[in-house]
Structures are given as structure tokens and as C-alpha cells.
């Protein structure tokens, strides 16, 4: 079954880029996409497909994935920005799995 | 604009059941698939079961087979999570989501989530 490994955390200061990573064996032959989570919310996707944006999601927002590790880039970050991400994948021997998340910090 | 409204939760007792609702709306929820994810206190999401458009194939989590039915009545718009003998670890805020894309791979609208609480 699938395992998509997050870093915890991830600190960076207004203005400057935040990349969260997705590790697990093999992401890039399968379709990642991403969630944000603010406090006391429900998630929200921000990236589909690897690197689709839904409508109203900012351009800030961007996706990759290759490899072993899909990354979720968050450009100009602002302090709206400060949430939990998770990343998460379909699995034909899993179904669904989500990443293990890691919270943004806006310095 | 899309809605999906949960309803349902509350303190359970180890053992007892429970009927999760979900109301949507602002789509056609006959074309939908829809899905049950959880998320523990503190914790990080866990996808719990998805049932197809038709209500015809569903699909859980290892974690909750034999103990968790979710159904639909599209006459009503209406999505179900029946959960029985209910466990300390089932304690979750448990979210209506619609399956997005053309393959269903992921989760494109989140309802606001209902609280399950079963003590220890």
C-alpha cells in the first residue's frame, strides 16, 4: 500500500517561496494533488493533477511531480497562507491516501 | 454554488450506532461520487469510503470494513455513513466530500464536517 511522506513543518517569511514535499515510492507515475486546511476548517484542494489549479485558487499555487516526490510550491507567500497541507493520491491497491501534512508557518 | 451539509454527530457510546447525513446541493448529485473522510482530533485526514453515482459500487477503508455502510438516495440528494458498534478510535470529525475529475481520484468540495465522539 501507498506511504506519502510530508515534513511536519515548513517556516518561511512573507514573500518568499514555500515548497512542501510528498515523498513515496514511485508519486510521479500517479496523479497528486493537494489540500489546504486552515484552523478549524474544511480542507480545500488548491492542486489537482499534479499541477492544475481548481478556479479561484491563485496563481501563487503550483504543483509538480516526478520521481519519487511530488512538491506543492507556494510563491510570494502571504500570512493567509498559514495552514495545514496534505497531499494525496489514488491507489489501485490503497484507494485514497493522504499525505501525512505539514503545517506552513508565515514568519 | 456547491453545499454539502453534514449532520448526525454526537457522544456515543462504545458499542452504540449512528446515521451520518449529508444534504447537497447546487449540483447534480446523481452524477457524483461522493466519499466519507475523517479526520481524528489533532490528527491528519483518512479517506473512510466512497460510493459511485449510482449507488451501485462502493468502496471503505480497511480500517472500517464490516462495521461502516454508506449509502445514497439521489431522489433526496442525500448521502449516508451508517457506523456500527462504535469504538474509541471511530472519534473524528467526519466530512461529506464530492469526488472531482473524470477518474474520481480526488476531492474537489468539502462539507463543514460533523463531530463523532465515543469515549474511552
Not at chain 1, 35 to 46: D, E, F, G, S, T
Not at chain 2, 47 to 70: L, P, Q
Request: hydrophobic letters at 30%; proline letters at 4%; one cysteine or more.
Amino acid at each position: 500500500s501507498s506511504v506519502l511522506t510530508q515534513p511536519p513543518s515548513v517556516s518561511v517569511a512573507p514573500g518568499q517561496t514555500a515548497r512542501i514535499s510528498c515523498g513515496g515510492n514511485n508519486v510521479g507515475s500517479r496523479s497528486v494533488h493537494w489540500y489546504q486546511q486552515k484552523p478549524r476548517q474544511a480542507p480545500v484542494l488548491v492542486v489537482y493533477d499534479d499541477s492544475d489549479r481548481p478556479s479561484g485558487i491563485p496563481e501563487r499555487f503550483s504543483g509538480s511531480n516526478s520521481g519519487n516526490t511530488a512538491t506543492l510550491t507556494i510563491s510570494r507567500v502571504e500570512a493567509g497562507d498559514e495552514a495545514d497541507y496534505y497531499c494525496q493520491l489514488w491507489d489501485s491497491s490503497s484507494d485514497y491516501v493522504f499525505g501525512t501534512g505539514t503545517k506552513v508557518t508565515v514568519l | 454554488e456547491v453545499q454539502l451539509v453534514e449532520s448526525g454527530g454526537g457522544l456515543v457510546q462504545p458499542g452504540e450506532s449512528l446515521r451520518l447525513s449529508c444534504a447537497a446541493s447546487g449540483f447534480i448529485f446523481s452524477n457524483s461520487w461522493m466519499h466519507w473522510v475523517r479526520q481524528a482530533p489533532g490528527k491528519g485526514l483518512v479517506w473512510v469510503s466512497r460510493i459511485n453515482n449510482d449507488g451501485s459500487s462502493t468502496a471503505y477503508a480497511d480500517s472500517v470494513k464490516g462495521r461502516f455502510t454508506i449509502s445514497r438516495d439521489n431522489a433526496k440528494n442525500t448521502l449516508y455513513l451508517q457506523i456500527n458498534s462504535l469504538r474509541a478510535e471511530d472519534t473524528s470529525v467526519y466530512y461529506c466530500v464530492r469526488g472531482g475529475g473524470f477518474s474520481y481520484t480526488f476531492f474537489d468540495f468539502w462539507g463543514q464536517g460533523t463531530l463523532v465522539t465515543v469515549p474511552s
